[in-house]
């Protein structure tokens, strides 16, 4: 057996050397490049799944939610409880926030929005709102009747969806609010964009403007703590180190809020796939008739082969090592420019997307998984050629038949 194997090894590295170098050169590129655009895109799906999950994290959600217990509407004594949890080492800081849907009327548009009631001196150690002012000012603890809009609410500078906005509010600009049929008149103090549609399409008010639309003044309630811990927390941990501390509320890791986005990747995965698959299917392809061409041209030897006893399986191996040496060169090629060359330049020079400055984000596991599909599709592709001119007869294939 391994006797066999070293006869194969040493016709497939014989055929390498002294074939045509052109073949081999021209071969290993294109399963480079096959390789290349096998990882890109899942590095590209990764970077992207990673923007959006920032994008969550820092505009939306902080790392951990803690919302009211079941049944009930409100979180009581809130601010003892942002005390108890601000005691854990690994809490940066929280932000109690009241959440209702309201209604924003300027001029003759009227759109729905959800709105929140914050105290900004807290919010800004949780989210970065205050960065993504793109036009004013962010809120400050005294202000009373003034609003901060996301552009999805107030239109203009480049909005998604600028037909269902207030049409281009500006600052300075009063818009109306009606919650619960409470109707109040705010000023625009600012306007922020995050690029992440869902935090875009918010308003943000102090809380204690809130608090009295919603007739509970003083009474420290909240309906979400946000929680903000340090980077390379588990929110797992924190979760399970705030019941440590006897919080009975509910306690929701950002993850839990991240539905849409699992859709998103879901359908971003089912394209990788299927691009997956089309270049697989030309690595099959290009194999078939690198192998293909070269057992034509070399029908007498392979008799030859033959006649002096080497066996079929042994002549079959030889061409399957052959395509796996050029696949694994490939491979490796097409490995080393992303890890040292593609990946770390798009870290010091980000690509813009949509959603913001992008890297790409290399998995060794999926280049593991690409690699293995590769080698299969260039085992697959030069094992059909092979065996099938390897079953001629022994005088056919010595006259070239």
């Not at 079929?312 to 399957?320: D, G």
């Amino acid at each position: 057996m391994l006797e066999k194997a070293r006869v194969s090894f040493f016709l497939a590295s014989r055929s390498m050397t002294r074939g045509n170098k052109g073949i081999t050169i021209f071969t290993i590129f294109v399963l480079t490049l096959i390789f290349i655009q096998l990882v890109l895109f899942s590095s590209m799906l990764a970077g992207v799944t990673l923007k959006f999950n920032e994008l969550m994290v820092n505009f939306q959600t902080g790392n951990v939610v803690v919302e009211p217990k079941e049944e009930e509407r409100y979180i009581e004594d809130v601010s003892a409880l942002q005390k108890k949890i601000e005691s854990l080492p690994q809490v940066v800081g929280t932000s109690a926030r009241l959440k209702m849907t309201g209604n924003f009327r300027y001029k003759e548009k009227e759109i729905g929005a959800t709105v929140y009631g914050i105290d900004p001196a807290d919010e800004i150690f949780v989210t970065g709102l205050e960065d993504a002012i793109i036009s004013g000012e962010f809120l400050s603890r005294p202000d009373k009747g003034e609003v901060i809009l996301g552009r999805e609410v107030s239109g203009g500078f480049g909005a998604l969806m600028e037909s269902r906005s207030l049409g281009g509010v500006e600052v300075g600009d009063t818009v109306e609010l009606t919650i619960g049929g409470v109707t109040r008149e705010f000023r625009v103090k600012g306007i922020y964009t995050t690029r992440y549609f869902m935090a875009d399409a918010s308003a943000y008010l102090t809380r204690a403007d809130l608090e009295e639309m919603l007739g509970i003044e003083g009474r420290d309630l909240a309906q979400e703590i946000a929680v903000k811990t340090a980077d390379g927390t588990p929110e797992d941990d924190t979760r399970t180190a705030l019941l440590s501390l006897g919080i009975s509320e509910n306690i929701r890791t950002w993850h839990e809020f991240a539905g849409l986005l699992r859709l998103i990747e879901s359908t971003l995965g089912l394209v990788r796939n299927i691009m997956n698959a089309i270049g697989l299917l030309i690595a099959f392809v290009i194999i078939f008739v690198v192998i293909y061409v070269n057992i034509v041209n070399k029908k007498r030897q392979i008799g030859v082969q033959k006649a002096i006893g080497i066996e079929q399986n042994v002549i079959v191996t030889s061409f399957v090592l052959q395509a796996m040496l050029y696949a694994g060169a490939g491979v490796i090629l097409g490995y080393l420019f992303m890890r040292f060359g593609l990946v770390p330049y798009t870290v010091s020079h980000p690509v813009e997307i949509p959603l913001g400055d992008m890297s790409l984000k290399l998995d060794n596991a999926e280049a593991l998984n690409r690699a293995v599909l590769l080698f299969l599709s260039s085992v697959v592709g030069s094992v059909i050629p092979a065996y099938k001119l390897a079953q001629k007869d022994l005088l056919d294939l010595i006259w070239g038949k």
